[in-house]
């Protein structure tokens, strides 16, 4: 079947400090991969994609790399803000269909 | 482009009322709408997925008679929530695809709907 697991937070950050969030996943045939973010109150908002193995989606400083020997797509970015402070969900889109992981809660502190 | 909008934004009812949430795509035609929950702190669930003209199919263990959801135009999606229950209160969220695959992702997000039962 089609599931995302994703690292439990909160992830509690120092302003300038380098994030991962890991996301791992189990698909069948060849999905597009996605993270998305959601501030409080708002719906999601489309962070970065990659549609096939080595891809990497950049968008705003965050990037992750489609790696599909490991069946990941983890988050980084080098130098969190205070503004980053949000949820993020890895999500896996296969057959018309997403299929979202558990959401991991970012807190940058100044 | 491509921008889905939800409606209302949040709503607070009293135990046995009707709701019904619009999800509308502004600037294109949505083939396919999809509509999630989301409880607090936790992940998005897709309740169901509906195309225009035809009727809504529900994920496993989604009462669909709870959930009323029609699609009567390819830019008008709506959800009802149907004799609401405290239990029903969360965080709905629509999303659409656009019918000629335009943009940078399979499905547009609507901002989501916040639902409170009393």
């Known amino acids: 079947g089609n599931s995302v697991t994703q690292m439990e937070g909160p992830v509690t950050l120092s302003e300038e400090a380098f994030l991962t969030i890991n996301c791992t996943y189990t698909?069948?045939?060849?999905?597009?991969l996605f993270w998305y973010v959601q501030y409080p109150g708002e719906g999601l908002q489309l962070l970065l994609k990659?549609?096939?193995?080595?891809d990497k989606g950049s968008n705003k400083g965050f990037e992750a790399t489609y790696r599909k020997e490991t069946t990941s797509f983890h988050l980084e970015k080098g130098s969190v803000q205070v503004s980053d402070s949000a949820v993020y969900f890895c999500?896996?889109?296969?057959?018309?269909?997403?299929?979202f992981g558990s959401g991991t809660k970012l807190n940058v502190k100044p | 482009g491509a921008v889905v909008s939800q409606h209302p934004s949040w709503v607070i009812c009293k135990s046995g009322t009707s709701v019904k949430i619009e999800c509308r795509s502004l600037?294109?035609?949505?083939?396919?709408m999809f509509w999630y929950r989301q409880f607090p702190k936790q992940s998005l669930m897709l309740m169901a997925t509906s195309n225009e003209g035809s009727k809504a199919t529900y994920e496993q263990g989604v009462e669909k008679d709870k959930f009323l959801i029609n699609h009567a135009s390819l830019t008008l999606s709506t959800l009802t929530v149907t004799s609401a229950h405290p239990e029903d209160s969360s965080f709905y969220i629509c999303?659409?695809?656009?019918?000629?695959?335009?943009?940078?992702?399979?499905?547009?997000f609507g901002d989501g709907t916040r639902l409170s039962i009393l």
């Open positions: 999500a896996l889109y296969n057959f018309n269909k997403f299929y």
């Open positions: 698909a069948t045939g060849y999905p597009s």
């Open positions: 990659a549609t096939k193995a080595d």
């Open positions: 600037d294109f035609q949505a083939t396919t």
């Open positions: 999303s659409a695809r656009d019918g000629r695959d335009r943009g940078n992702q399979p499905q547009h």
